[in-house]
């Protein structure tokens, strides 16, 4: 049981590349969530899916656009990568009504 | 809308002594919830508890305690006689109960540095 993964743990881009993150869960979780952690900001939501072939926007969504395709997967894609999103990205999941979030163990990106 | 307030952003202690990280939140809802997690120098969050807002009864967990007010709308946790492995990034989270996908309004987190 890996519990949540993410691939990969680190990445430097360079302006305007594109990239994908990729989240995988093994719990049969029906939600999952990305959010970046900036230095004294604590992590914001930049996208959530509540199910299989659904997705929602969060609190900086700009940028940045997601997919779910089947159940256990979630992906983050930049499409032309700025230096503002230099940040360390979270992925978790989590089971019907308010239970607590599982969290992967981050990927550190570096945009030049 | 949902907010939560971590006004300490760093805390110094020697180990042994107690210490007390404060979260105050605001929300509209009268069903919400309320959790803690740590993110030690290793870079992974652990969760540590969860709270609803109809329980007020405190919570002890060996040397972590949780004091839930909701007359002040504030979370508190105290862990007493910190040790080193207790250095992290403490962070208080909220989930209001209408809110969809049940979304988590983190705080900024409290920097806790506990020296030998």
């Known amino acids: 049981n890996a519990g949540v993964t993410q691939t990969p743990k680190f990445r430097v881009l360079k302006t305007g590349q594109s990239m994908t993150l990729l989240c995988a869960q093994d719990?049969?979780?029906?939600?999952m969530y990305w959010y970046r952690q900036d230095p004294g900001m604590g992590l914001r939501l930049i996208h959530y899916?509540?199910?299989?072939?659904?997705?929602a926007k969060g609190e900086v969504p700009d940028g940045y656009n997601v997919s779910r395709l089947k159940k256990q997967n979630f992906l983050l894609g930049l499409e032309s990568a700025a230096p503002s999103q230099t940040s360390v990205y979270f992925c978790?999941?989590?089971?019907?009504?308010?239970?607590?979030?599982?969290f992967g163990p981050g990927t550190r990106l570096t945009v030049l | 809308a949902q907010k939560v307030t971590q006004a300490q952003t760093e805390i110094s202690v020697v180990e042994k002594e107690d210490v007390t990280l404060d979260c105050v939140y605001e929300?509209?809802?009268?069903?919400?919830?309320l959790f803690w997690y740590k993110q030690p120098p290793s870079g992974e969050l652990v969760f540590l508890i969860r709270?609803?807002?109809?329980?007020?009864q405190n919570e002890i967990s060996g040397r972590y305690s949780w004091n839930f007010q909701k007359s002040t709308s504030s979370f508190n946790f105290t862990i007493t006689a910190s040790q080193v492995v207790d250095s992290a990034v403490y962070f208080c989270?909220?989930?209001?109960?209408?809110?969809?996908?049940?979304?988590?309004?983190f705080g900024e987190g409290t920097q806790l540095t506990v020296n030998p």
């Open positions: 989270a909220l989930s209001e109960e209408g809110t969809s996908g049940s979304r988590l309004t």
């Open positions: 709270r609803n807002s109809f329980d007020e």
């Open positions: 929300t509209r809802d009268t069903t919400y919830y």
């Open positions: 899916s509540v199910g299989e072939g659904t997705t």
């Open positions: 719990m049969n979780h029906e939600y």
């Open positions: 978790a999941s989590k089971g019907q009504g308010h239970n607590e979030q599982f």
